[in-house]
C-alpha cells in the first residue's frame, strides 16, 4: 500500500507537470465579481489581454456582480481546478466580506489558491461641487450641523470604499447613511448631480473627474500621499489616526490547481506587471503593480483579515 500510494503521488506530479507543458490549450476565464469600468475590471484586462498574447490562448473577462465578489468568488472556488477558470480577486471579496455577511457561500483560505496580487490603490474622499466643504474638517462641520441629512455611496457593502465610509462615520462622530451599489461606476452619475453628499472612490475612477473640475477631491485614504494627485492630503493629515482603506486586486485560482500551472500563471503575470507599458498604464490610473509570491500573497490575506475582522466588528457591520 506504501508503494502504491507513492506511485500515485508520484504520478499525479507527473500529471501535473504535463498538463502544465500544454497548459492552456483552450481559452481561459477570468471572473470579476463587480462592474465592467471598476477598478477590479480595469485591473483585469489589463493583465489579462498581455497573458492572452503570452500564453497564445484567449483570456475571456466575465463580469459576474452581486455580494461585493461574493458571487463570481463562488463560481471559481466550485469550477474544476484546471487553471480554466481563474478569479480577479479583491480585497473586499477575500478579506473582508467572510465578517461581513453571515454566510460566504466559500472558504478564501480552503477553496482558492493564490497567484500573484497585481496591484493596490487607494481610495479618495470627493464631494459634488454644491457641498461647500473645501476640507475633510468643513465635511464634518457640516455633517455635525445637519445629522442623517447626509448620504455617501460606495462599490458595495463591504468594499474598501465601504469600509472608509463607516471609519470616517466612527472617527468623525457623524451621522451620514450608506448607499451600496453595483460597482463604483454605478456611484458617479448619482454624485456627479448630487443626489448623493460625499463618497470614498477609487482613484482609478474618481482622479479624472476631480482633474475635469465634475467633483472636488479633499482627501486620500492611503497612509501616504499618492503620486497622481499630490495635492491631496491623507486622512491622517486631516486629523485621523492611522486611518487607511485602500483595495487590492489579485490573481486566484481554484484549490487542488496544478503547481505547475500556478507557477506557470505566476511567473507570466510577474514578467506582464515589470514591463514598462504596464507600469505606465497603472500609474496613470493611480495603481501601483506589486507581482509578489503566491506565499507572499497568502501573507497578505492572513494578515489583513483579522484586523479588518475587529473593524467592520467595532463599526457593527453586517449584510445579508
Not at 470579476?32 to 477598478?39: K, N, W
Not at 480595469?42 to 503570452?54: N, P, T, W
Amino acid at each position: 500500500m506504501r508503494t502504491l500510494c507513492v506511485a500515485l503521488v508520484a504520478l499525479s506530479a507527473l500529471t501535473g507537470a504535463a498538463g502544465a507543458q500544454t497548459y492552456p490549450d483552450r481559452p481561459i476565464r477570468l471572473l470579476v465579481g463587480f462592474a465592467a469600468g471598476g477598478p477590479t475590471d480595469i485591473a483585469a484586462r489589463a493583465v489579462g489581454d498581455k497573458l492572452s498574447e503570452v500564453l497564445g490562448k484567449p483570456v475571456i473577462i466575465e463580469n459576474i456582480t452581486g455580494a461585493a465578489g461574493n458571487v463570481a468568488a463562488e463560481r471559481v472556488a466550485k469550477s474544476a481546478p484546471d487553471g480554466y477558470t481563474l478569479l480577479a480577486a479583491a480585497s473586499a471579496t477575500i478579506v473582508t466580506n467572510p465578517s461581513i455577511y453571515q454566510k460566504v457561500p466559500f472558504d478564501p483560505v480552503k477553496d482558492f489558491a493564490p497567484i500573484t496580487q497585481i496591484c493596490t490603490t487607494p481610495n479618495v474622499l470627493v464631494v459634488p461641487n454644491d457641498v461647500p466643504a473645501k476640507s475633510v474638517a468643513e465635511l464634518v462641520a457640516l455633517a455635525k450641523a445637519q445629522p442623517g441629512r447626509f448620504a455617501y455611496g460606495s462599490a458595495g457593502v463591504g468594499t474598501s470604499q465601504h469600509l472608509a465610509g463607516e471609519l470616517f462615520k466612527v472617527m468623525a462622530g457623524i451621522d451620514i447613511a450608506h448607499v451600496p451599489y453595483r460597482g463604483i461606476a454605478a456611484v458617479v452619475p448619482d454624485l456627479i448631480a448630487g443626489r448623493l453628499t460625499l463618497a470614498f472612490g477609487n482613484i482609478s475612477a474618481m482622479q479624472p473627474l476631480v482633474r475635469e473640475g465634475k467633483v472636488r477631491g479633499l482627501a486620500m485614504t492611503s497612509p501616504r500621499r499618492w503620486g497622481t494627485m499630490p495635492e491631496l492630503p491623507t486622512m491622517i493629515e486631516a486629523g485621523f489616526k492611522d486611518f487607511d482603506s485602500s483595495a487590492w486586486f489579485g490573481l486566484m485560482t481554484p484549490a487542488g490547481t496544478p503547481q505547475p500551472i500556478i507557477d506557470k500563471l505566476h511567473q507570466e503575470t510577474v514578467k506582464i506587471l515589470a514591463r514598462a507599458d504596464i507600469r505606465k498604464r497603472f500609474e496613470e490610473l493611480g495603481m501601483e503593480p506589486i507581482g509578489n509570491t503566491p506565499a507572499e500573497f497568502a501573507t497578505v490575506i492572513a494578515t489583513e483579515t483579522p484586523h479588518w475582522a475587529k473593524v467592520i466588528k467595532d463599526a457593527g457591520i453586517k449584510a445579508e
